[in-house]
């Protein structure tokens, strides 16, 4: 058996510590080339005594020095800032990139891995929200495949594995609808943090488990999907399933629908990807008890009370900088709501008006979508201002 070798971004981050736990079941299928974690050291310097990585690369410069404190006898090389995700993005010997970054910072380090000849195993999701159309030619210049750890996407490519991709009709994502799937709007107007941070399904990072209330987490996804599966808009559809078993579905001409369904843990996903294209034994997680879980319940979104679902399939018809524009004026609102700065309901209103104010750019190189990114900031931030 061939090992496969892996660089991880965002390594102390619930995927990537999810990853290492599969990695340390499998020691004998897997090696760490290469890690980044971000500011929790203490845990970053048990995974370099744990998995002996060749690069190791902290946030910044300080978590650094922090680091090289705390594995001194550590002889591989410890590097910081955005050149040292780089670096591990690109580390000789790997050939697997586990992209697990949180928003657009993880763009520049995926498409270096890509440029480099990297797989990429991709859960960042806004990489591919900001990046699509670079992203999807970039990886086919290098011929080199992008995988989804996403577990509706990875559900949609285990539903179209051996088939004809060609007689797909159309893709649906399940949302849990998070858990204001039942709050009027009247409330949402006052719902706090704690609640929002509430997700009843999923244990995710605190700005996807507050896109998941929104269902901006979903918007985002229809986004991914549709340069994932290179599927029109208008054949994305999503529909909310609150028990999260049934992860995804795609339906084919003849009317069949073929699923993905277990129960919800990330190792699953991960998994399949990891050990792609054979299944990795995951003995210790329990058996799908489809009796003890019930009821299955699926229902339309709501798109009034959450219009971020909206918003995100109109900046996906808009296209061009649109998306990009969208996902940097969420990171920062949502970052002003987890901040404690705004009210909940004023992340889809200032979204609302930075997409209304953007000046659209077609086709964009990655220079044009920088300044998008960088544009969208600095508009949802004085919207932001507007309403502390
Ligand atoms: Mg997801």
Redesign the pocket.
């Given at each position: 058996m061939v090992k496969r070798a892996l660089s991880i971004l965002g390594s102390t981050g619930s995927i990537g510590t999810t990853t290492l736990a599969l990695v340390d079941r499998f020691r004998d299928r897997f090696d760490v080339v290469s890690i980044a974690g971000g500011r929790n050291i203490d845990l970053l310097a048990e995974q370099v005594r744990s998995f002996e990585p060749a690069v190791v690369a902290a946030g910044d410069e300080a978590g650094a020095e922090k680091l090289r404190a705390l594995v001194p006898d550590f002889g591989g090389e410890i590097v910081c800032g955005v050149e040292g995700l780089d670096r591990v993005a690109t580390a000789d010997g790997a050939d697997l990139l586990i992209s697990a970054l949180v928003g657009a910072l993880g763009l520049r380090p995926t498409l270096c891995a890509i440029d480099a000849g990297k797989d990429v195993a991709l859960a960042n999701?806004e990489v591919l929200v900001v990046a699509g159309e670079l992203v999807r030619k970039s990886a086919q210049k290098a011929g080199v495949n992008v995988f989804p750890l996403?577990?509706?996407?990875n559900a949609i490519f285990q539903a179209m594995h051996g088939q004809n991709r060609s007689e797909v009709k159309r893709i649906i994502l399940t949302a849990s609808g998070g858990p204001f799937l039942h709050t009027p709007r009247a409330e949402l107007e006052t719902v706090t943090l704690a609640q929002a941070l509430k997700h009843p399904t999923?244990k995710m990072g605190d700005k996807?488990t507050i896109d998941?209330s929104t269902l901006m987490?979903?918007g985002l996804?229809v986004i991914e999907a549709f340069w994932f599966f290179d599927m029109p808009t208008d054949r994305i559809d999503v529909v909310v399933h609150p028990q999260s078993i049934v992860h995804s579905m795609v339906e084919y001409i003849d009317g069949s629908v073929i699923a993905q369904l277990g129960i919800p843990d990330m190792s699953v996903p991960i998994s399949y990807i990891l050990g792609y294209p054979e299944r990795l034994p995951l003995s210790h997680l329990p058996s799908l008890d489809l009796v003890a879980a019930g009821t299955l319940e699926f229902h339309a979104p709501d798109t009034d009370r959450f219009p971020c679902l909206r918003l995100a399939y109109e900046a996906l018809g808009v296209c061009g900088t649109a998306p990009a524009v969208l996902n940097g004026a969420n990171e920062v609102v949502v970052a002003s709501f987890l901040d404690g700065e705004i009210a909940y309901l004023d992340i889809p209103r200032i979204l609302e008006d930075v997409l209304a104010d953007h000046p659209r750019v077609d086709a964009p190189d990655l220079a044009q979508l920088i300044e998008a990114d960088r544009w969208s900031r600095e508009r949802a931030r004085s919207g932001v201002a507007a309403r502390v």
């Open positions: 999701k996403d577990s509706e996407h999923w996807i998941s987490n979903k996804e």
